[in-house]
């Protein structure tokens, strides 16, 4: 059974997730320094998010060119915040999907250590199991 119980959900606890990361911590100027935008497509359940140094989109509205393209499903999306799953073991297993300059994604992956930590609050927030 999925982590998520449906698209809306998973797309809220995202987007809130997300603000965070660009808005409050050193990413979201990593994301303007190096011109990254990321647009995450999403399966089981289906959503899109998209997300740049100045807004955090969500919804078919999401469904635009990014940077770098990351096709994963909900449950990855999950195991990769609670540290459960690397990036690069997820992109040599294909779990994760992804277009663009791969060089550009690890070089930014570091500034994302902090959020890990705050992940469990937002799945609190959102009624999202972590076990």
């Excluded at 770098?68 to 999907?97: C, Y």
Aim: aromatic letters at 12%; a positive charge.
């Amino acid at each position: 059974m999925p982590v998520f119980k449906d698209s809306q959900q998973m797309l809220e606890m995202l987007k809130d997730l997300w603000s965070h990361v660009v808005f409050q911590t050193e990413f979201g100027q990593k994301l303007k320094d190096y011109g990254i935008t990321y647009k995450f497509i999403i399966t089981e359940p289906n959503g899109y998010l998209w997300v740049g140094p100045e807004e955090v989109i969500t919804g078919d509205e999401a469904n635009r060119d990014g940077v770098i393209t990351m096709e994963l499903s909900g449950d990855t999306v999950h195991k990769f915040w609670l540290k459960r799953i690397s990036l690069p073991v997820a992109l040599a297993t294909r779990k994760i999907k992804s277009k663009g300059p791969i060089p550009k994604v690890l070089k930014i992956l570091p500034f994302l250590k902090p959020v890990y930590e705050k992940y469990p609050e937002y799945c609190s927030k959102h009624g999202i199991p972590i076990s």
